[in-house]
């Protein structure tokens, strides 16, 4: 935090590499100066050699945009190893499926760690060097036997790199909260102990969660994240372009669109200011 008390934040836009409309707003972002961290799916539709270069001549103007991996384990994508399971149809399981087995133990922590060490090695192989960070599609690096893999593969793959938690730095006064954040809250506890006993850093405090099917208003949410999120602190967000790629592969399509035309209009840095927030 610097003398006039002004806090720096990550704003990471997640699920580079899912589409082509994705790919586009995240870089436009970018270029503006809006963003200062997105997070690359190596295993999406959406990622190839074309695409990287874009992302890298982005971010080539704005050194402080970081570019980390968006490790993904639920369907509709497939899995890099040959040996990740369950599969459902050749594919990752469902998120309320991997859910399931992770909370019962019944997911093997090495075959999630070889899972994750490809995943390190196709970006490696992309942009030329291991991830800034790594989080997980879905959050699914929080899960249970999931985090236990997760972590070990980024130590030893990227051990440089921070790890993502999606705790909230203090819980809103006199109310505990919406129950997916009470969840992430939960999860997030056990993750960020064991992520210091790999001797990995992590954001300190996290937003961006919310119910997407019912197109609230973008702009006010992001008010509300910035509410008491410390230095350091990261938000979540889903810009995007509609297309039909992502039609056939995400439930959330317009309420990325909105997400643009905000962080876009000129709204959002009145927004930073007003709250002494930056992302440089």
């Known amino acids: 935090?610097?003398?006039e008390g002004t806090r720096r934040i990550w704003l990471c836009a997640d699920d580079y590499g899912l589409?082509?409309?994705v790919n586009r707003a995240i870089r436009d972002l970018i270029m503006r100066g809006r963003l200062n961290a997105t997070s690359v799916m190596v295993v999406g539709p959406a990622i190839g050699r074309d695409e990287v270069n874009a992302l890298n001549a982005a971010v080539a103007n704005h050194p402080n945009c970081a570019i980390g991996l968006h490790a993904t384990l639920t369907a509709p994508f497939t899995p890099l190893t040959m040996h990740f399971r369950p599969l459902d149809g050749g594919l990752f399981p469902p998120?309320?499926?991997?859910?399931?087995?992770?909370?019962?133990?019944?997911i093997d922590g090495e075959i999630v760690?070889?899972?994750?060490m490809?995943?390190?090695a196709a970006f490696a192989?992309?942009?030329g060097r291991v991830p800034d960070y790594v989080d997980g599609h879905q959050h699914v690096q929080l899960f249970p036997k999931v985090r236990d893999g997760f972590l070990a593969a980024v130590k030893a793959a990227a051990p440089n790199a921070w790890v993502r938690q999606c705790g909230r730095s203090a819980r809103p006064a006199g109310r505990i909260g919406p129950p997916k954040a009470l969840l992430l809250d939960t999860l997030s506890a056990q993750f960020r102990r064991r992520a210091s006993r790999h001797d990995l850093a992590f954001n300190p405090g996290f937003a961006g969660a919310y119910d997407f099917s019912r197109a609230p208003d973008f702009g006010a949410l992001l008010g509300g994240f910035l509410d008491g999120l410390p230095h350091q602190g990261l938000v979540m967000c889903h810009p995007g372009f509609v297309d039909d790629t992502l039609i056939e592969l995400d439930p959330l399509t317009h309420q990325?669109?909105?997400?643009?035309?905000?962080?876009a209009s000129d709204d959002f840095p009145r927004l930073l200011a007003a709250n002494k927030v930056t992302l440089s």
Not at 113 to 116: P, Q, S, V
Not at 256 to 263: G, T
């Open 125 to 127: 192989a992309l942009f």
């Open 19 to 21: 589409s082509p409309g």
């Open 256 to 263: 990325r669109e909105r997400e643009h035309v905000f962080l």
């Open 118 to 120: 490809a995943q390190i």
């Open 95 to 106: 998120l309320p499926k991997l859910l399931r087995l992770s909370l019962a133990r019944r």
């Open 1 to 3: 935090m610097n003398d």
């Open 113 to 116: 760690g070889a899972e994750l």
